[in-house]
T-cell receptor, first 116, second 111 residues
Framework: SAVISQKPSRDICQRGTSLTIQCQVD?????MFWYRQQPGQSLTLIAT?????????ESGFVIDKFPISRPNLTFSTLTVSNMSPEDSSIYLC?????????????FGEGSRLTVL | GQQVMQIPQYQHVQEGEDFTTYCNSS?????IQWYKQRPGGHPVFLIQ?????EVKKQKRLTFQFGEAKKNSSLHITATQTTDVGTYFC???????????FGAGTTVTVRA
């Protein structure tokens, strides 16, 4: 299985500020996924981050609001820019399982953001 | 677009009883996955089903993929307090690649 570390685990942020979330995986992976889980809701894919190319964003999410970096095969960052209270969510980093466990998603512990 | 729907949204169960949660897709799926998220935790993969009519068991949990590959169910027998959490199904449309999550069924257990 993949071990995923996310930082910060939680934060309280002021409106209008930006926060960068880091995701570190213990193995090299081609794709890393960033999900958002609003309070009491399901998981919504924000974007897919590939090393060496621009992230692919899902409908409703734009690079200016959620810039993503993927400098190598084990690390990615997601920035939540110009935050508003509506951005209060859990942000989850995810990767697919290696080898025969492809398709199975492993999630980090999540970063719980509260925007005041 | 593809939608994955789950019912019920909430399930309140007496300890020791059985219950079932259902997942339905508007389109045919190539696979269906189930995840469990404990309160305050992150989603954890439980199982993946890929074949029409497939049934898999994990101890007290039984997972089924419908014959038409458009629905799935999770049945838990003799519910325990450790079963508390939200169970999500997630499916990939046939010919597609994007995994879509259902809204989840949140389970509480009365001791």
């Amino acid at each position: 299985s993949a071990v995923i570390s996310q930082k910060p685990s939680r934060d309280i942020c002021q409106r209008g500020t930006s926060l960068t979330i880091q995701c570190q995986v213990d193995s090299q992976v081609t794709m890393m996924f960033w999900y958002r889980q609003q309070p009491g809701q399901s998981l919504t894919l924000i974007a897919t981050a590939n090393q060496g190319s621009e992230a692919t964003y899902e409908s409703g999410f734009v690079i200016d609001k959620f810039p993503i970096s993927r400098p190598n095969l084990t690390f990615s960052t997601l920035t939540v820019s110009n935050m508003s209270p509506e951005d209060s969510s859990i942000y989850l980093c995810s990767v697919e399982g290696p080898g025969g466990r492809r398709g199975e998603l492993f999630f980090g512990e999540g970063s719980r953001l509260t925007v005041l | 677009g593809q939608q994955v729907m789950q019912i019920p949204q909430y399930q309140h169960v007496q300890e020791g009883e059985d219950f079932t949660t259902y997942c339905n897709s508007s389109t045919t799926l190539s696979n269906i996955q189930w995840y469990k998220q404990r309160p305050g935790g992150h989603p954890v993969f439980l199982i993946q089903l890929v074949k029409s009519g497939e049934v898999k068991k994990q101890k007290r949990l039984t997972f089924q993929f419908g014959e038409a590959k458009k629905n799935s169910s999770l049945h838990i027998t003799a519910t325990q307090t450790t079963d508390v959490g939200t169970y999500f199904c997630a499916g990939t449309p046939t010919g597609g690649y994007k995994l879509s999550f259902g809204a989840g069924t949140t389970v509480t257990v009365r001791a």
